[in-house]
């Protein structure tokens, strides 16, 4: 009844909410506190309420102040001011949140609308160039997923992918995460910050939070885009004429005629202009007691390859409940269904290596081949003069289809004891399944290989047309519970510890394969009815163990006066994973900072807005490392008597009981600042972390009876490097406002020691003609890792073949090299990265470009040395070989044979690439209804400045430095993409 007074007395109060540069506010939510009536500012920041004189309003919007204003009549104008203690300057630490001023670690936090306008399907690849000390070596297969190193690698045979954290929920990958629900990336990069994840925090954490209800009134977005890809490099190849005349130097011979009347770029008959789309819509709001958020999204992309197809759905939803005043419960639901048809990236290499002199169909129809008739032209009949595949033919007959549904969800219970002192209960699970299917069109396979083989030749006996179906799943959940207490005694004393338990399930992981023989072609994939053969089905059934984690943690968090700061982390972790004495493992760590810029003696300053010095060590934990699995050798025939033989079975491999995680141990110190009114900031940081138990792969002994290698801790490897980033906002009049900002990175990565002199050599990154690029062993010791072990090329002889460097510095022929001569000549990790952004707003116009950059990296020129016998060549090579007459070429005289692994194809790995330049223009209010409408046009990838005459330098294929990372054979080119969208709220 007393309010009733009140809301016949209110009259209509009007006005508009604007920032400090005058630029109107729309989505402001605006309150009568007295009589709890609210409304929302509209797309030009007006507002109109029911207001009393003498009421307060409270006007309340994400990224600004909170303000009261008190009704004095029929108009109100506000201004807000941007909040400097919102979620911007709030950094997630694991089981919590600290305010940046207060933090004592180094971490890099990064908001959805500093990554979100790079428009890409995978959330790592968007925030590339975003944090110094984070390299995001990213592919542009549709699906893949990124490799990501936080300062350096800290182990060889291990993973190295840091841990990510959505909503509570533990991943390894966050493929099936639309980066539009994303709200904020928070990374955590040194180990006084990661050791609250003890044993899998050594490789950095990523804690991602998605899109909550904010406002009072129901918001929905729709943001929708189409784009349009094609290959950001291509590689000049010989045409017909010119690989003829090659081809005959090689041999010899005049074999190949130099007036061909075909001349196919294979590239173009693979590729296709790729388009790719994305629709995302979302529905959010917020009351007293409740806030939610829902979003669906559809990703659909005909890759450039011809067939690659992919296609994501994502269904996401969140609420946070007000159950009382002391308790509130929030819920995550994160959904991801995809489709992919994937193609062999093989094909790349195919239509590399294949000669311009094949047709794609000889004019039977039938698929060219590489088979030359006596008139030099390529023939149905004849001699074959290589052994590549028609590449097209390879894309036709390669039939698969892959299907996967994720599911993740949380739940996280909060509970208020009393002040100061919250109970935190956290459920998380995530779901996995997938199945597949290969068909294997054997039989017309062996047909396009061989234009004069007919159906009759195939042996009918043969197991033919082969279909495999496998399926697979997985789950896995987490259960974690906390105390936080946080108190503020006498005004300068501010405390805050968190103590909690938590326990890691991961479920085995199951996968069923079978095959099946004699299927049709153009049949019903799924379905294994449609065969007729008698001969019996291969099956496979594979299952990885279970395996669980304990874990006790604790942090401690202590401010005194805003100026000396104080954090102290232990966590205990045990694991099933290993022997019972070597289960449990303690990860401590500390940090300490210093608001200078608080003391007094810098109170008066108007230059220094913010200074803070930190610095920290701690200890972390490994777990992603090689098991000891017992390996055995079966089929053994044994006599006992007489010729009686039985199969026998013998242990064929050592194992090491004391085999744990690797341990890693970092000291960082770091400085924090922003001068001029804050619109210069900036951190700096050093570190020197090692590993100081690295596993490797150990020979047995001699006299031990086995021969396979086991994983055994045999090894250091260090990282010590630097980060410095900096940024720079600004407005000019009151209109324009603008950013430059930059970071950049140095880490020096070693191999400092091998314990073992057992230790077994490994040799990766495979060519597949029997040679290999990399060496771990005793010998790279004091290198990086991931280096290429190779012949050091030098010059041409007298003939126009390659020479080469020996062990003692003199020039031999390839026939004088032995395997001594091959030496370390750099690696695949970079040295550096750094990234920049520059961006502005004018009005209703939005404008930003984002590069980056890496240096010191070496990449292998894999599929240039593929010419072993009658492949094509690049132009370059071509129009530039050795002759007696052209003894200063810059490559050697034609030759057909398998070229041995040297520098001659290793080159620079250093590019610099533009990432994204958006444009972007709000357009004035257009309807009641509609509160904001954007149109945008993106850039990705348009432009690269690179040293390496390849595809691209940015060779992350499997991520792993000791295999094929680094190495141009059968990669996927980066593309760029022009992109054009609109983004709608109601």
């Given at each position: ?8 007395l ?21 309150r ?26 409270e ?17 109100l ?56 000390g ?8 549709p ?33 099936n ?30 804690i ?55 001349n ?52 996401r ?34 239509a ?9 169909y ?51 219970l ?45 042996d ?50 199951e ?154 141990e970092?000291?960082s ?68 406002s ?21 230790v ?74 750094y ?8 009005k ?22 593929q ?38 194809y ?9 990432n ?10 257009i ?18 400045f ?41």
């Amino acid at each position: 009844m007393m309010v009733l007074p009140l809301y016949i007395l209110a009259q209509e109060v009007k006005g508009t909410v604007v920032d400090k540069g005058g630029m109107p506010l729309p989505g402001v939510t605006i309150r009568a506190l007295q009589t709890d009536v609210n409304t929302v500012t509209d797309f030009d920041g007006n507002f109109t309420i029911n207001a009393q004189n003498g009421q307060d309003l409270e006007f309340r919007m994400i990224g600004m102040k909170t303000s009261i204003q008190k009704v004095t009549g029929s108009i109100l104008n506000v201004m807000l001011e941007d909040d400097e203690t919102t979620l911007d300057d709030v950094v997630l630490i694991g089981y919590g949140t600290r305010k940046k001023v207060d933090n004592t670690a180094s971490i890099v936090s990064l908001t959805s609308e500093e990554v979100n306008n790079r428009k890409v399907l995978n959330a790592t690849q968007a925030i590339q160039g975003k944090a110094a000390g984070v390299q995001v070596s990213s592919s542009d297969v549709p699906g893949s997923s990124p490799s990501v190193v936080i300062r350096g690698l800290n182990t060889a045979l291990g993973g190295r992918n840091p841990l990510y954290i959505v909503d509570g929920v533990p991943l390894g990958d966050v493929n099936n995460i639309n980066s539009s629900d994303i709200l904020t990336y928070d990374v955590l990069k040194d180990a006084s910050a990661l050791a609250i994840y003890g044993n899998r925090g050594a490789n950095g954490v990523i804690i991602i939070t998605t899109k909550a209800g904010t406002s009072e009134k129901m918001t929905v977005e729709y943001d929708g885009f189409v784009g349009f890809r094609s290959p950001l490099e291509r590689i000049k190849m010989a045409g017909s004429n010119k690989f003829s005349r090659y081809s005959n130097i090689a041999l010899g011979t005049t074999t190949f005629s130099q007036d061909q009347p075909t001349n196919t770029n294979w590239f173009d008959e693979i590729t296709r202009t790729g388009v790719y789309s994305q629709n995302n819509i979302s529905v959010s709001g917020a009351s007293k007691s409740i806030k939610y958020f829902f979003s669906a999204g559809l990703y659909d992309e005909k890759a450039i390859l011809n067939g690659l197809d992919y296609k994501r759905i994502t269904l996401r939803n969140n609420n946070d409940i007000k159950i009382s005043d002391r308790l509130s419960l929030k819920q995550t639901l994160n959904i991801g269904i995809t489709e992919s048809n994937p193609k062999p990236l093989s094909a790349f290499t195919n239509a590399y290596k294949q000669s311009p002199i094949v047709p794609v169909y000889f004019p039977s129809g039938k698929y060219g081949v590489s088979f030359v008739g006596e008139d030099g032209f390529a023939s149905e009949t004849g001699s074959s003069f290589n052994n590549v595949g028609n590449p097209v033919a390879q894309l036709d007959y390669f039939n698969e289809e892959q299907r996967y549904i994720n599911l993740q969800a949380g739940l996280t219970l909060d509970y208020k004891i009393m002040d100061g002192l919250k109970y935190t209960s956290q459920f998380t699970a995530s779901y996995n399944n997938w199945k597949s299917y290969n068909f294997n069109d054997t039989r017309n396979i062996w047909l396009s290989q061989d234009p004069t083989r007919t159906e009759e030749l195939y042996d009918a006996n043969a197991p033919i047309n082969l279909l495999t179906k496998s399926r697979g799943e997985n789950f896995d959940w987490n259960l974690a519970n906390f105390l936080t207490y946080n108190k503020v005694f006498s005004d300068i004393h501010d405390i805050e510890f968190t103590l909690g338990t938590e326990i890691n399930f991961y479920g085995s992981n199951e996968t069923l394969s079978a095959t099946r023989r004699d299927v049709p072609a153009n049949s019903n994939y799924w379905a294994f009815n449609f065969s007729t053969s008698n001969l019996s089905d291969a099956i496979s059934n594979t299952v990885l163990n279970e395996r669980r984690l304990l874990s006790y943690f604790g942090r401690a968090q202590y401010k005194l006066m805003d100026k000396y700061l104080i954090t102290a982390t232990l966590r205990r972790d045990g694991t099933s994973q290993y022997q019972t004495d070597y289960r449990w493992g303690h990860f401590p760590s500390f940090g300490l900072g210093w608001v200078v810029s608080n003391e007094s003696f810098l109170k008066d300053n108007t230059f220094l807005n913010f200074l803070k010095l930190r610095g920290g060590w701690g200890r972390l934990g490994n777990e992603r490392v090689p098991l000891n699995n017992q390996a055995f050798t079966s089929n053994l025939n044994s006599t006992l008597g007489g010729n009686i033989i039985y199969p026998g079975i013998t242990i064929n491999s050592q194992v090491d009981p004391s085999l744990s995680w690797e341990v890693i141990e970092e000291l960082s110190v770091g400085v924090d600042f922003s001068l001029i009114n804050s619109k210069l900031k900036g951190t700096f940081d050093i570190y020197d972390k090692s590993t100081t138990n690295l596993i490797l792969n150990v020979d047995s002994y001699l006299t031990a009876g086995t021969s396979q290698a086991s994983p055994g801790h045999v090894g250091e490897v260090t990282n010590k490097g630097v980060e410095f980033s900096l940024r720079w906002d600004d407005k000019i009049g009151e209109n324009f406002s603008y950013w430059v900002g930059g970071n950049i990175s140095s880490n020096k990565n070693n191999l400092e020691s091998i314990t073992n002199p057992n230790v077994s050599f490994f040799q990766g990154g495979v060519l597949g003609n029997g040679q290999y690029t990399k060496l771990l062993s005793f010998d790279a010791i004091d290198q990086p890792l991931g280096s290429f072990f190779l012949w050091e090329h030098a010059g041409f002889d007298e003939t126009g073949q390659m020479q080469f460097f020996n062990a003692d510095g003199d020039i031999v022929s390839e026939d004088q090299l032995t395997v001594d001569d091959r030496k370390f000549v750099g690696s695949v990790v970079p040295t550096s990265t750094y990234g920049i952004s520059v961006g502005a707003n004018y009005k209703n116009i939005d404008f930003s470009i984002d590069g980056y950059g890496t240096g010191g990296s070496k990449v292998y020129n894999g599929k240039k040395a593929q010419r072993f016998s009658g492949e094509n060549i690049e132009y370059d090579v071509a129009t530039d070989f050795w002759t007696p007459t052209n003894t200063s070429a810059a490559n050697p005289a034609p030759f057909n044979s398998v070229p041995v692994a040297s520098t001659y194809y290793l080159e620079s790995g250093d590019f610099f690439r533009i990432n994204n330049i958006t444009l972007g223009y709000t357009l004035p209010k257009i309807s009641e209804h509609i509160t904001s409408v954007r149109i945008y046009a993106n850039a990705i990838n348009p432009f690269i400045f690179q040293k390496f005459s390849g595809f691209s330098p940015e060779l992350n294929n499997d991520g792993d430095p000791y295999r094929s990372q680094g190495i141009e054979i059968d990669a996927y080119p980066t593309v760029k993409s022009f992109v054009f969208g609109v983004n709608l709220k109601f």
